[in-house]
């Protein structure tokens, strides 16, 4: 797992209790990693999941029905990532 840093705004929470991570809905390589990874009995970060700050929690997890691409292109529009 990568350090506790939001995807939407760069912020560092590692050091507060607010946000948290999100898992998407997995994609057929997500799911390919998942078993790859078990078969392996491997850790990493998840491709499927990411981290969001509190300020970018919630808006993140009303998304995560939905596969992790097309859920950032969502919010990066909504957020004006550039
Ligand atoms: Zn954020």
Known sequence: MRPP???ICD???????EGGVIYFKK???DKKWTEMMEK??????PPYA??????HFESAK???HLHID???KILSKKFKIK
């Open 40 to 45: 392996k009995g491997m850790v990493g970060h």
């Open 11 to 17: 912020k560092d929470f590692r050091d507060s209790d």
């Open 70 to 72: 097309e859920a950032l």
């Open 62 to 64: 009303a998304l995560e």
């Open 50 to 55: 990411e981290w969001f700050c509190g300020e």
């Open 5 to 7: 840093i939001c995807i």
């Open 27 to 29: 994609r057929k390589s």
